[in-house]
């Protein structure tokens, strides 16, 4: 009988609304390709996976742009434990993570040790590791999204898998290299991921979807909570980072549409500002709720990649934003670049020059866009079926 177990190396657990919902998506797509696939449960390594990931945080100590951005995470941790009502409100989100992961996942037998891990990986026909950002340059140094603790004999897999970054720092080339080389099936998420590829192995691997895509939006009604959250009509805004003008541009927008302005606040970081510019800030909000809020949405404003590929999905008059500078080591904005070069809808990319008026004129060819994804869509699933097949 044919081995159909298949080992996901995925971050399924972590309560972040792209995050966990495109993990999903990989999950139920395999699933639903026939295959039975099980979530790998390294609880007991997790502490050790976190060390190795503050040794490389320690040692770019001097890199301004990463300690702003993780400086940003501790200092809401801190708030959160100060601040009673934050405390309460993050509680009720994480209870909603909670529930949805114990819900929608199938999670392996927790491995207490790396050896423990290795040996179980002998029950797979393949691990996969996708997508998101597993391969940046911290979880690089993290060492398990690598998947160099896979056997050489079983069938290793990468479906849209992120480096985060558009570079790989000369220190990490070798490193990468050698886990890329020991990968059968190589597939990037942004164009920068298949360059780095490339540039250390020679191969080419394919471009494919993000795994939110390898569903339409009729398959992704069946995880959505039905009806609506919010009866009137608004302005969905999904904000990672912390950017003024952003705001001052939905503010607009609001002036202009008359629509409410609903948020999901305080994501991943505490911006006691944004609670001033909202009509409706709920928080106990779960992955199917925030499908809910895309799609029940006049319009949604975005600095996040997966805010972005749920406006495509529920074809959305969206405005995205970017996150970061260029310049920044931690900057992710290669992946939605790619993703809007993709799909034909560059123009929805809003900068501080960007005439509002206009954008609300212009008008998004909705038929066009669906039926690009549709066959991107297609082209993901071929390569998905073959890598899984072993062909």
């Not at 390294?42 to 300690?67: E, G, H, M, P, Q």
């Not at 606040?265 to 709720?289: C, G, N, R, W």
Request: net charge positive; aromatic share 12%.
């Amino acid at each position: 009988m044919k081995n159909n177990k298949i080992g996901m190396a995925i971050n399924y657990d972590y309560p972040d609304y792209g995050g966990m919902l495109q993990a999903y998506a990989s999950f139920r797509k395999i699933k639903d390709l026939g295959y039975d696939p099980e979530a790998i449960n390294i609880t007991a390594i997790s502490k050790d996976i976190r060390n190795r990931k503050i040794k490389y945080f320690a040692k770019n100590i001097l890199d301004s742009s990463i300690v702003k951005e993780k400086s940003q995470i501790v200092l809401k941790k801190i708030k959160k434990r100060f601040n009673k009502e934050l405390n309460t409100n993050l509680n009720k989100r994480y209870e909603a993570f909670d529930k949805f992961q114990k819900e929608h996942f199938k999670v392996s037998r927790e491995y207490k040790n790396w050896e423990e891990l290795t040996k179980g990986c002998s029950e797979y026909s393949s691990v996969l590791v996708g997508s998101d950002q597993l391969w940046l340059p911290s979880n690089i140094a993290g060492d398990y999204y690598t998947l160099s603790f896979v056997p050489d004999k079983i069938n290793k897999i990468s479906y849209a898998t992120s480096f985060g970054v558009s570079n790989i720092a000369k220190r990490q080339r070798e490193v990468v290299s050698k886990f890329l080389g020991r990968i059968n099936y190589l597939s990037a998420r942004e164009e920068t991921g298949q360059k780095i590829i490339k540039d250390l192995t020679g191969r080419d691997a394919q471009l494919v979807c993000d795994p939110a895509l390898l569903l339409t939006a009729e398959e992704w009604d069946k995880d959505t909570t039905p009806g609506r959250l919010i009866e009137e009509k608004y302005i969905f805004c999904y904000f990672m980072g912390n950017n003024l003008w952003q705001r001052e541009f939905v503010e607009e927008l609001k002036r202009k549409t008359g629509y409410k302005i609903v948020a999901l606040l305080h994501l991943d970081q505490y911006i006691k500002a944004d609670e001033e510019y909202v009509d409706y800030a709920p928080f106990d909000i779960s992955p199917t709720d925030f499908i809910n809020l895309v799609k029940n949405s006049e319009m949604v404003c975005t600095d996040s990649f997966h805010g972005t590929v749920f406006s495509l999905i529920y074809s959305k008059q969206f405005f995205t934003f970017m996150r970061f500078s260029d310049k920044a080591t931690l900057s992710t904005n290669s992946r939605i670049t790619t993703l809007l070069k993709c799909i034909g809808v560059e123009d929805r990319l809003v900068c501080q020059k960007t005439d509002l008026e206009s954008l609300l004129n212009s008008k998004m060819d909705i038929d066009g866009i669906q039926s690009r994804i549709s066959k991107f869509r297609s082209a993901s699933l071929h390569y998905l079926k073959n890598a899984l097949e072993g062909k």
